[in-house]
Every structure is written in C-alpha cells, then in structure tokens.
C-alpha cells in the first residue's frame, strides 16, 4: 500500500487541488513537502499533533518534510479560526517559543541533511522590502478572491485588521520561496488552511510557470464537530510540564465511544486493518480495549515507551484500588431498577444519591463530571445495559475522587 493510500484508508485526507497527480508524484519520486506551524505559545498542543504524523507517514514513505517554523508570521497572526485579533508576541517571544516546538518535533521526525528539514520564514520575511514585495506579490492576488475566503468572512463583521489581512500573501509568500530554494512541490495542513494554501499554490503557478500542489488533512473534531484538544483545563499540551502523560493518557482513554477508531485511525500507527478489525468486531463495553490503546499508542509517541506503561499502570492501579476496596459505597440494582436490561444514567445517579436530583444528574453528566469504568459519559439519555457488564457490576466516578459501586 502506497502512502497515499494509508493516509487516504485512515481518512485523513479532506481536500486536494489535484488529487490523482499528487498520488502519481509520490508514486514516482521522493517528493519535498511542507508544513507550516506559527509558534505562538512555549509547547506543541494536540491541534498539531495530527500535522506531525502526517509528517512521520511521509518520511517513512521516503519523502523529505520541511517543517516550517512562523517566525515572520507570527509577527501578525493568522485569522483562520479566530474571533478576535492574535495577541502580539515579541521577537523574543516568538524566538524562544520556536525552540520549544523544535525539541518537540524532534520526537516525531528526523532531522538531519538527508533526512528533514526545519527552517523559519522569518529569515526571509522580516526582511523584505515593502514596495518590492507589493509590486511581486501583491499584484498576484485579488481582493475581491480573497474577501470570499473562509478564513476572512468569519471575521468581517467583527473587524478585520489589514495588519492579518496580509497574511495570506505572507505564507503564499513562504510556497514560492520554499519551491524556490528546496524544490518544495506540496503545501500541507489543516483543512481550515484550504484558502491560505490555494493562494501558495496560485503565486508559484503564477510566478515561475509551474504546477505545485496543496492538499489538507481532516481537522481532529468530536462526532459534534467540536475541536479536540481541550479540557477543563485548557488546551492538551504535548509538553509534559504542561499536560503531565498521565492527564495526556487519560484524555485519550477517556474519548467518547463514537470517536476512538477515528483517533485511532488519524493518530496512531497502528495498522490500520486491525483498526479496522476493531471497528468491526468491538462495540459497547469492550470498545475500552480500543481506547486504552489508542491512550497507550499517543502517549508513547509524545513522552515515550516508558511514560506511556507508567501512565497505563498508574491508571490501572486507581482504577482497581476503587473496585477492591471494601468500604466503596455500593448499591445494589435489582430487577424493578431495570428496564429492558438496563437502567438511565440519570435514575442511577439518583439510586446512588450521588446526585439529589435529575435536574443535577443532568447538568453534572453534560460537564463532564461522570465516568463509568473509567469511560466519561456527556450524553444525558445514556442506557447501561446489564449484558454489557459481564462481571456483574460498574464502577461510577463522580469528578476525581468520588467512586460508587454498582452490583447488578
């Protein structure tokens, strides 16, 4: 299986300017591809996370990636997504943040002079000249084009600074230099960067008379459309100070039942006909398999083999300690509690007094306050069904600290 295959089987790909020369590229040479990453916090978040495997497919594949780092860039922001203009960051800033993202994607891909390359586009932006760049670039691009991009509209009616209005031309900017000084042929990334991309792929056509290409990956959402990659606390750092890999494993153990193949499908290295074994064969309770091993396989990518048995074991040992320990409150449901086999989240959390009410039992489900079996439920119309729980009871965690036994 080629590797655009694999990414293609995995479901990673969402767009592509032309999807069948860009399968034959990577078919017939060792093709040079980039991705853009604006370093504007201190550490890598899970956001990026599905980039950088990108990246690792590709360089298995034998193919050479430029990571490209936003030192120029981020000296303006990128509107993409955003509701509101981008915190300014001093160069210093930005600098030190750089090296942060460097030590961390150093985990995931090679680099070295045969292997990838890791360059930032502030050494040629921040000393451009301006006439010289609007007579070169500028005249490239229309006005009217790029007011119907995705990446502006959201942000007309609140106010769109010309400061981030350039930056479309600026990472256009980075495609032709890159072709020009590595022969970069492909721009990848997040689907939310289609437009910023088709503009890279426009100016090289334009400017050198040359066929490039761009293709964006599927952006890492819930079964709701909602980014992953935030909890309570924030963002899912990939830095350990920040997330520690016991809370980067749990986030991962803890996906909704609807998503754990897809994560695993677009994160993982797991081969993708086993992934596609469990997505036949596990369902119900026994899709916890899946989790703790796609919570096992992301970790062990980010922090290592040994932090990911660590985080394993550790969630293995609370975990247990909570079914053996005698004094855990328990109740017990019998026959009349069930109906057709299984009870409602809500009555059970009433049953157990965890909560006083189904009015809190809904508002505690809906924040994400319950785990049963150490598996977050959000949906207040959940049924447990008795046939799922072989062993003959159920764990409740309420928040952290607060464990309920349920014997059927």
């Given at each position: 299986m080629t590797v655009f295959q694999e990414l293609k089987r995995r479901g990673l790909i969402a767009q592509a300017t032309h999807e069948d020369k860009i399968e034959e590229l990577l078919n017939q040479e060792k093709v040079t591809f980039y991705i853009g990453f604006d370093p504007t916090a201190d550490s890598l978040h899970v956001g990026h996370f599905l980039q950088l495997v990108v990246m690792a497919h590709m360089q298995r594949a034998g193919h050479r990636p430029i990571a490209l780092l936003g030192t120029g860039t981020t000296m303006i922001g990128d509107p993409t997504g955003k509701t509101d203009m981008r915190k300014m960051l001093s160069i210093e800033d930005i600098n030190h943040n750089a090296e942060c993202f460097k030590r961390q994607m150093s985990r995931f891909i090679t680099f070295d002079e045969q292997g990838a390359l890791m360059v930032q586009n502030g050494d040629w932006l921040l000393n451009l000249n301006y006439m010289e760049f609007l007579r070169d670039v500028?005249?490239?691009?229309?006005?009217?084009r790029m007011l119907t991009a995705e990446c502006f509209k959201t942000r007309l009616e609140?106010?769109?600074?010309?400061?981030?209005?350039?930056?479309?031309?600026?990472?256009?900017?980075?495609f032709y230099h890159l072709n020009q000084t590595y022969n970069c042929k492909i721009e990848f990334g997040g689907d939310d960067q289609w437009s910023n991309i088709l503009g890279?792929?426009?100016?090289?056509?334009?400017?050198?008379?040359?066929?490039?290409?761009?293709?964006t990956f599927t952006l890492?959402?819930?079964?709701?459309?909602?980014?992953?990659?935030?909890?309570?606390?924030?963002?899912?750092?990939?830095?350990?100070?920040?997330t520690s890999p016991y809370e980067f494993f749990q986030y991962w153990r803890n996906v909704d039942d609807a998503d754990?193949?897809?994560?695993?499908?677009?994160?993982?290295?797991?081969?993708?006909?086993?992934?596609?074994?469990?997505?036949?064969?596990?369902s119900g309770s026994e899709l916890n398999q899946a989790k703790e091993r796609l919570a096992f396989e992301v970790t062990k990518m980010v922090h290592g083999e040994k932090e990911a048995?660590?985080?394993?074991?550790?969630?293995?040992?609370?975990?247990?300690?909570?079914?053996?320990?005698?004094n855990m409150p328990?109740?017990?449901?019998?026959?009349?509690?069930?109906?057709?086999?299984?009870?409602?989240?809500?009555?059970?959390?009433?049953?157990?007094?965890l909560c006083p009410s189904k009015s809190e039992a809904r508002r505690l489900v809906q924040q994400g306050g319950i785990a049963i079996d150490d598996c977050k439920i959000t949906d207040a119309t959940t049924l447990l069904q008795k046939s799922d729980y072989t062993q003959g009871y159920l764990i409740i965690k309420k928040g952290k600290k607060v464990f309920h036994k349920v014997v059927f």
């Open positions: 500028g005249v490239h691009f229309s006005v009217n609140k106010g769109l600074s010309f400061l981030e209005f350039n930056y479309m031309l600026l990472q256009s900017y980075d890279g792929v426009e100016l090289v056509r334009r400017k050198k008379n040359q066929e490039v290409y761009g293709m890492l959402t819930t079964k709701e459309g909602k980014k992953m990659g935030k909890t309570e606390k924030g963002a899912v750092w990939l830095d350990p100070e920040k754990v193949i897809k994560c695993l499908k677009l994160l993982t290295f797991v081969p993708i006909e086993e992934i596609e074994e469990m997505e036949r064969t596990l048995i660590k985080a394993l074991e550790t969630s293995k040992s609370v975990f247990g300690q909570g079914v053996q320990d005698e328990t109740t017990t449901l019998n026959a009349d509690d069930l109906t057709d086999g299984a009870v409602g989240i809500l009555d059970l959390l009433c049953k157990t007094k």
